[in-house]
């Protein structure tokens, strides 16, 4: 059995530990909070999107912009969103082996990642990043996504890349985490019953019309994906941290059943101690 | 009301805008356009500026970020990265902005994010715009 101090010691670890444990759990509960509301928020912006893009490309008619090509054989470009902490569950474990999965599938494939834990992925692995983005938090506007689309949209003009396509964690109250792939270039137009019922008028013209259009389409696009990624990882650190603050409770009791076992053997031992010396003392004055 | 249209303004944040109005001028990449009902359908860019909406005879106005508009047949939807009415905005922000802003500008490392700058910086110019416009 531990020494009475080794126990107090360690029982003052885990104490620690779990503080620290609940702290992150309560802050990731007030981050998914915030994140699900923005999320929520988000959607009805993105489904408006989605339904306007869609309604632009059916009624565009034989135009055709570079962005909307299918090239047929070339590079595919995967953007990998994963986290940059630790801690956080399976969340990244699940999320980059089926990146991992997508990224052996295609023939010659380029990595981008967001966050550092999937480009250390990625390198062990022995595929090398071409870029690397950086931190993308909650405080993030808009306008932070710009420089993704420039870089995408660079990427995609080249003659070798055939199609760009982002693999995040999507995030729903109802199913909860599940990794999700989602395909940004070339932009497909959704199948619709309406089609040409009235042909649409682009002012100034098609050309600078779309060519403003579908950056913005694509910057919410990324938006989206980095804000449930975002909103995920928060979900899942959650979830990491109840299951450790319950396995730091049980730890304790653990712990405190044995401190008290050993401190009742260690007055147990006194007791008898001093017993057998007021024997001893009494059998001399006989 | 008869000559009414359906307008939304969506934003990422929130839906900023909805409801039935008699006309809107907005500052779309090629100028200022006005939108009343039965406009013909189109699709045009927005430039960072001023909406200004008739609602029941009632005439408001908005600063909104660059973005896109579709005009269709019964609803027009204007999509835009950030939009403010007037009494969100503060003068003292909008002007601090602008001073931040002027500084980044000088030390843009490429066009994308330099196209990103100055579309927050005609923001910024609008938004103090509007205020002393209301003055």
Redesign the interface.
């Known amino acids: 059995m531990n020494s009475l101090s080794e126990i107090k010691h360690r029982i003052k670890a885990v104490g620690d530990t779990r503080k620290i444990t609940k702290a992150m759990e309560m802050v990731s509960i007030a981050k998914v909070n915030k994140l699900s509301q923005?999320c929520e928020?988000?959607m009805?912006?993105f489904g408006?999107?989605q339904s306007?893009m869609s309604?632009?490309l059916l009624r565009t008619g034989e135009w055709v912009h570079p962005c909307l090509k299918d090239k047929g054989k070339g590079q595919s470009v995967f953007f990998v969103i994963s986290s940059d902490n630790g801690l956080v569950g399976g969340f990244n474990h699940n999320l980059l082996n089926f990146a991992l999965s997508k990224v052996m599938e295609a023939d010659n494939p380029i990595v981008c990642t967001q966050g550092s834990e999937a480009e250390s992925f990625f390198k062990k692995k022995g595929i090398s990043v071409l870029k690397r983005f950086e931190t993308f938090s909650d405080f993030s506007?808009?306008?932070n996504v710009?420089?993704y689309?420039?870089y995408f949209l660079e990427l995609f003009a080249e003659k070798t890349v055939r199609q760009v396509s982002v693999i995040f964690s999507s995030f729903s109250s109802k199913t909860g985490v599940c990794p999700k792939i989602i395909k940004l270039l070339p932009i497909k137009a959704e199948q619709s019953k309406e089609r040409y019922?009235?042909?649409?008028?682009?002012?100034?013209t098609p050309e600078?019309?779309l060519d403003?259009?579908i950056p913005?389409y694509l910057s919410?696009m990324i938006?989206g994906c980095l804000l449930q990624s975002l909103t995920s990882e928060f979900f899942s650190r959650r979830m990491a941290m109840d299951s450790a603050v319950k396995n730091a409770d049980k730890l304790l009791q653990e712990l405190s059943t044995e401190y008290n076992r050993a401190r009742q053997n260690a007055v147990t031992n006194e007791i008898s101690d001093i017993v057998t010396a007021v024997n001893g003392v009494s059998d001399e004055r006989l | 009301m008869r000559n009414s249209f359906m307008l939304?303004i969506?934003?990422?944040?929130?839906?900023f805008f909805s409801g039935d109005v008699e006309e809107m001028i907005i500052n779309?990449?090629?100028g200022e356009?006005e939108i009343m009902h039965h406009t013909?359908?189109?699709?045009?860019?927005i430039a960072p500026g001023l909406i200004s909406i008739v609602q029941n005879g009632r005439k408001m106005e908005a600063v909104c970020s660059?973005?896109?508009m579709?005009v269709?047949?019964s609803v027009t939807?204007v999509?835009v990265?950030?939009c403010k009415w007037p009494y969100e905005i503060s003068e003292k922000d909008a002007g601090s902005e602008i001073k931040i802003l002027n500084e980044r500008i000088k030390n843009v490392q490429?066009?994308?994010?330099y196209?990103?700058l100055k579309?927050?910086l005609a923001m910024a110019i609008a938004q103090l715009k509007v205020l002393h416009r209301k003055d």
């Open positions: 923005k928020q988000y009805a912006y408006k999107m306007v309604d632009i506007e808009i306008y710009d420089k689309v420039e019922l009235y042909e649409i008028y682009y002012e100034p600078e019309v403003g259009v913005q919410g938006y | 939304e969506i934003t990422p944040e929130k839906i779309a990449s090629s356009v013909l359908p189109m699709v045009t860019n660059d973005g896109f579709r269709g047949d939807s999509l990265k950030g490429s066009v994308g994010e196209k990103t579309a927050k």
